[in-house]
């Protein structure tokens, strides 16, 4: 490691779009520090990936101010480049239904606003210093999901990315003046195992280019938006979705 190199934090690493970002910035030279509840697995490629992974489950925030210092132990310099929020849980129903309010209990609301927002907001607190000392940029995944009701993906969901996309905006306009921006990528359907049975339906209805997007594809949003070529792209929500939510 050199003392140029950037370092990239990101959450929900063990799949998906998770897996293809670190694939695509390690290829591009940067370190990533993964967090995931999940285990290093010696099947992933990338170099020191086990030294450079915290596991980490979202749901109990009673867990988060000591991963944060797990992190910063792994941070040269006290910078962080980026910070990518990706981890998301879906609830459903004991079949796989879609979970509405009616049927969500307290504990489902909770772990699930954890994950997809409790945990953004928490991280981008307690890892502020080391964005600033960078002049890094955050990352929010949202959802399509946060702005039109879906078919399988529930209430809790639904309401957390859209809460998201809200506290994105938020971040930006609190975080800009120290020169970090924070923005969000909202993918649609994207060929990854969250996916339902029947979502071939949506893509023959609804989707104008007729097919699932690729984790990959949205890898390249998120790399491009930590790029120079981003540099005043602050407090915006990108589409990732093949014109879906047209």
Known sequence: MTALQKVMVLTGASRGIGHATVKRFNAAGWRVITVSRHAFSSECPWHAGESDHVQLDLTDSASLENAVEQIRRRLPGGRLDALINNAGVSPKGADGERLGALQTDYTGWIDTFNVNL??????????????????G?????????GSRVHPFAGAAYATSKAALTALTRELAFELGPHGVRVNAISPGEIETSILSPGTEEIVDHDIPMKR??????????????CSEGASYINGAEIHVNGGQHV
């Not at 953004?120 to 002049?135: H, I, K």
């Not at 940029?137 to 999901?145: K, W, Y």
């Open 212 to 225: 699932l997007g690729r984790p990959e594809e949205v890898a390249a949003t998120i790399f491009f938006l």
């Open 118 to 135: 409790f945990s953004t907001a928490l991280l981008a607190r307690y890892l502020f210093d080391e964005l600033v000392a960078a002049r």
């Open 137 to 145: 940029t955050i990352i929010n995944i949202t959802s399509i999901v």
